[in-house]
Nanobody, 128 residues
Framework: QVQLVESGGGLVQAGDSLRLSCAAS????????MGWFRQAPGKEREFVAV???????????YYADSVKGRFTISRDDAKNTVYLQMNSLNAEDTAVYYC??????????????????WGQGTQVTVSS
């Protein structure tokens, strides 16, 4: 069992940056692929970014087109933490952000239904 706790959300202005963190419990964190998803009011949960375990192609990263070039996902396995650095935020980035763990470490899945563990979410609000 893995428990995930997100932090770092808040209210910012358009153009600002935020860094989200997701702290995980469990000894097997380093073998999981870790993803970030978001859900805006009235919309479905959508993929943001994923990072594979380091043993798969050195920790491959993939991004949604809407955030590519602005967001960066990274992981620190020594701290059991995955990060999402978000730059050049705009109003369309407003959502609850969730981190998720996939026991298939080499997966780069974009379908939220395929993830095994979820955090409680952290709100990001961008004012224009």
């Amino acid at each position: 069992q893995v428990q995930l706790v997100e932090s770092g959300g808040g209210l910012v202005q358009a153009g600002d940056s935020l860094r989200l963190s997701c702290a995980a419990s469990g000894r097997t964190f380093s073998t999981y692929a870790m993803g970030w998803f978001r859900q805006a009011p009235g919309k479905e949960r959508e993929f943001v970014a994923v990072i594979s375990w380091v043993g798969w192609r050195g920790g491959s990263t993939y991004y949604a087109d809407s955030v590519k070039g602005r967001f960066t996902i990274s992981r620190d396995d020594a701290k059991n933490t995955v990060y999402l650095q978000m730059n050049s935020l705009n109003a369309e980035d407003t959502a609850v952000y969730y981190c998720a763990a996939d026991r298939v470490g080499w997966g780069a899945k974009r379908d939220w239904k395929e993830y095994d563990y979820w955090g409680q979410g952290t709100q990001v609000t961008v004012s224009s």
